[in-house]
């Protein structure tokens, strides 16, 4: 699917995608540790991505891990500096949440900062999320 607005355009074509500049783009952002040109790569074979476009250059990017019918996980939510504070990061997730294939799924996010714009898409804290983080991260043994 596309979406157009003015000179922009989102597109879930995965084959659009620029991995060099969303590997920049994910490698500026707070979570950049995480997020090698290897790992980037592997995360866009194995998402729906959705790209944001100023005519043919990349200057965002967001992704959703999902089942496509019960779950969805948003992640990676990253848009150019240069094009920050225009609107196109509400735009970008207007896009994602009504996708035909997902709108219909539980979406969940993990954010340190971003609340206030999360909540304008009725997305909510909860208490009953959990996660483990594979990152540094002994394996233990559990008692049974």
Excluded at 35 to 58: A, G, T, Y
Excluded at 84 to 112: D, S
Aim: with cysteine; proline share 1%.
């Amino acid at each position: 699917m596309e979406w157009h607005r003015d000179d922009f355009a989102i597109s879930d074509d995965r084959s659009r995608v620029d991995i060099d500049v969303v590997s920049n783009l994910l490698a500026r952002s707070y979570w950049r540790h995480r997020r090698s040109r290897e790992v980037v790569e592997k995360l866009i074979q194995n998402s729906l991505c959705f790209s944001l476009f100023r005519n043919d250059e990349q200057i965002g990017f967001g992704r959703v891990v999902t089942d496509f019918t019960v779950f969805s996980w948003l992640s990676d939510l990253v848009i150019t500096e240069a094009y920050r504070g225009m609107g196109l990061g509400k735009w970008l997730i207007t896009c994602i949440v009504n996708h035909p294939g997902i709108a219909e799924t539980q979406f969940v996010l993990q954010t340190g900062s971003a609340y206030g714009l999360y909540d304008k898409f009725e997305f909510r804290l909860s208490e009953k999320l959990m996660t483990r983080e594979p990152y540094g991260a002994k394996n233990r043994e559990i008692d049974s």
